[in-house]
Every structure is written in C-alpha cells, then in structure tokens.
C-alpha cells in the first residue's frame, strides 16, 4: 500500500501563512486530495487533484505538488483553522490516508 | 442537500459481526458509489471498501476476507458486515459520498456521514 508521510504537529498564530506537507512513498501523480477534520466532526474535503479548490472552502487554502511531494498552505490562518489535516491518495490501490497533521494556533 | 448517515450498535462483542447501516439523502446510489471508512482514536482514517454506483463492490485486501458490502437502493442505504471483530476494530465508521469523475479519471470522498462509533468489548 502507499504510504503518505505528514509531519505529526504544527503551531502557528493568526495571520501567518502555513504549509503542510505530505510525502507519498511511491508516485501517485496529483491524484493527492487534502481533508479537515475538527475534533468531534468528519473530515471535510479541502481540496482534490492536488491543488483544485472544493466548491465553499475559503480562498486562503491552496495545495500544490505532483509525484510523491505534496503540500497544503493556509494563508493567512485563522483560529477557525484549528483542526487535523489529512492527506489521502487515490492513484494507487487501495486509497490511503495519511496519519495527519493537527494544526494549532498560538 | 446531500445527507449521509450511519446507523449500528456502538459495542460488540469480540468474535462477533458488526452490522453498519448508511442511509443517503440528496443524491442516488445509482448514479454515486458510496464508501466506509474506519478510524481508530487519534489515527489517520482507513479505507475499507466501496459500493460502486453500478452495484460492483471494491475492498481493502486487508480486510476483504471478513467484510461485506452491499445495498438497497429502493431504500437509499448501503449495508456493511464485518466478521471476526477484535479490539483494534474499535473505532468511528463512517460512509462517504465518491465522486467520480471519468476525464481525468479520479474518484474523492467529498461528503461524510457524521460517523458511528463501535467499541468491541467483551
């Protein structure tokens, strides 16, 4: 199965722009799709085919990357933001996830 | 409005089968596949298996041996079984909206029931 490698924590304060990132350990070309989770909720799609933006998610998140590479960027970021972030690939089978990055604001 | 729901017993007992149910609103089973995922407290989700909009089903081959998936789509639901549960199946399930498209060829979970939690315990 692919892996998809994220940084386990990330502290910003509002305001700041924050790139999150994501490593696949096998090419999935862009079919890399990015996911909010707030404590209690669901996963929420952010963002798919690496860097298209979900229809009603803000502006201020964006994605990049092809390959293995990928990264999620919040600019500016706002307390709202406060969740864990998750990676999750489907160019290979089966879909994986990656284990999450939770963000937190100073 | 697209609405998902899961529906199941929150504790079963070890060696037992689990029985998931999620009822749909706002879209048909016929025309968007329907997956479950699994995720342990404080983990990273895990895809389980898909309900293809055409009645094809797709699985985990981590997993494969002890599920099943299928559906009613006079009632909008799609069902998951799952034998053999042990501890480390305890977690939250949820069943997911697949959007699919052909050209480029990709499918995203993009809507999420709000989960069901089960806990296997004796």
């Known amino acids: 199965d692919t892996v998809l490698t994220q940084s386990p924590a990330l502290a910003v304060s509002p305001g700041e722009r924050v790139t999150i990132s994501c490593r696949a350990s096998?090419?999935?070309?862009?079919?890399m799709h990015w996911y909010q989770q707030k404590p209690g909720q669901q996963p929420k799609l952010l963002i798919y085919?690496?860097?298209h933006l979900e229809s009603g998610v803000p502006a201020r998140f964006s994605g990049s990357g092809s390959g293995t590479d990928f990264t999620l960027t919040i600019d500016p970021v706002e307390a709202d933001d406060t969740a864990t972030y998750y990676c999750?690939?489907?160019?290979?089978?089966?879909?994986?996830f990656g284990g999450g990055t939770k963000l937190e604001l100073k | 409005q697209v609405q998902l729901k899961e529906s199941g017993p929150g504790l079963v007992q070890p060696s037992e089968t689990l029985s998931l149910t999620c009822t749909v609103s706002?879209?048909?089973?016929?025309?968007?596949?329907v997956s479950w995922v699994r995720q342990p407290s404080g983990k990273g989700p895990e895809w389980m298996g898909r309900?293809?909009?055409?009645?094809?089903?797709a699985y985990n081959s981590a997993l494969k041996s002890r599920l099943s998936i299928s559906r009613d789509t006079s009632k909008n639901q799609v069902f998951l079984k799952m034998n053999s549960l042990q501890t480390d199946d305890t977690g939250t399930y949820y069943c997911?909206?697949?959007?699919?498209?052909?050209?480029?060829?990709?499918?995203?979970?993009?809507?999420w029931g709000q989960g069901a939690s089960v806990t296997v315990s004796s």
């Open positions: 997911t909206r697949d959007r699919l498209s052909v050209v480029p060829y990709y499918y995203v979970m993009d809507a």
């Open positions: 706002g879209f048909s089973l016929t025309s968007y596949s």
């Open positions: 309900m293809w909009y055409d009645g094809d089903t």
């Open positions: 096998e090419s999935v070309s862009t079919l």
């Open positions: 085919l690496a860097s």
């Open positions: 999750q690939q489907s160019w290979n089978d089966p879909p994986t």
